[in-house]
């Protein structure tokens, strides 16, 4: 086992990697910036433990009903060899087939969960990404096309890496109505695509985020040292979302009122310094947002007296 292998196995107490999936691949490129996330997913740490074990559970993810009606819809997609399913995408000539999928992340070769639907025809893969959201007189929730859009470019860049000739369009397939009889629809995700690749560029290198840890450092520790970049868009992405929210108001910092505020005070990073700032506390290192900010308090000033 190398030294970075062996770090990684402290991190998840000895037990075997959770392993990638399209979702957490497309959350994690969501945050680049948040070097926590980054260490523990590469480590496979089952974040979903350690948030219980930090006292702040998660409290994503889909409800139970939600998860009976999808695996309803997936075994009925199943069943007969696909019928169902490959009569919905109509696409001419084209058989399910299984490859097993792997992605770089951080410099090292990730193993991806093997739940996507694949489809060969004329020599040509095609993504097929099963949701149980219902799509309505030809409506679907665009969020939820959005990130199912997202995960659908995962398999996409990681069959391309592998040396897979695969269409940028993948179908989307969902119930129809209020019956569970399924309906396909193409989706270019070539945005999505570009997207990806920038973000997983960004991402640091795992064995830099792991160099600082001592020998043995459990996830815990790893929490403690390693540092993460909250912002609101977390709680819905990420299982430790409680744990670092509480950590970010603590510190005061601007991260938690959300990227477009962080974005607006220019890299001021804590609320404390913003306040400071207009109250026409100088700064050498931020003078323009200084200005503003003491602008917009007399602004404020005038407004309200
Ligand atoms: S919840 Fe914490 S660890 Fe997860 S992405 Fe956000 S900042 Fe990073």
């Known amino acids: 086992m190398t030294e970075l292998a062996e770090r990684l196995r402290w991190l998840r107490g000895g037990a ?17 910036g948040c070097a926590r996330r980054g260490l523990l997913d590469a480590a496979g740490v089952d974040k979903k433990a350690l948030a219980d074990r930090l006292g702040h559970p998660a409290r994503f993810g889909q409800s139970r009903f939600a998860i009976t009606r999808t695996l309803g819809f997936e075994a009925r997609l199943k069943a007969d060899g696909y019928a169902e399913l490959l009569a919905a995408v109509a696409l001419d000539g084209a058989r399910v087939v299984t490859v097993e999928l792997t992605i770089d992340i951080a410099g090292e070769p990730a193993a991806l969960e093997p739940d996507l639907v694949l489809l060969r025809a004329a020599g040509r893969l095609h993504v097929v990404q099963v949701k149980s959201f219902a799509v309505v007189d030809g409506q679907a929730p665009g969020d939820k096309v959005a990130a199912a859009a997202r995960q659908a470019a995962v398999h996409v860049l990681a069959l391309r890496r592998l040396g897979h000739d695969t269409s940028h369009e993948v179908y989307l397939v969902c119930p129809e109505n209020f019956s569970n009889a399924p309906v396909a629809n193409l989706v270019d995700v070539r945005r999505e695509l570009g997207v990806l690749e920038r973000q997983l560029a960004r991402l640091t290198r795992v ?3 792991a160099e600082g840890l001592p020998d043995g450092a459990t996830a815990e520790e790893a929490v403690e040292r390693v540092p993460a970049r909250y912002a609101p868009e977390c709680l819905a992405a990420c299982e430790l979302a409680f744990y670092c929210r509480q950590e970010a108001r603590c510190a005061g910092e601007t991260d938690t009122l959300g990227r477009s505020v962080r974005d607006a005070v220019g890299g001021v990073a804590t609320v404390a310094e913003v306040r400071a700032l207009a109250a026409g506390g100088a700064s050498a290192e931020h003078p323009e947002i200084a200005e503003l900010l003491a602008t917009a308090r007399t602004l404020r000033a005038e407004a309200t007296s």
């Open 207 to 209: 064995s830099d985020l």
């Open 16 to 32: 075997a990697p959770v392993r990638y999936t399209a979702r957490t691949i497309a959350a994690l490129t969501a945050n680049p």
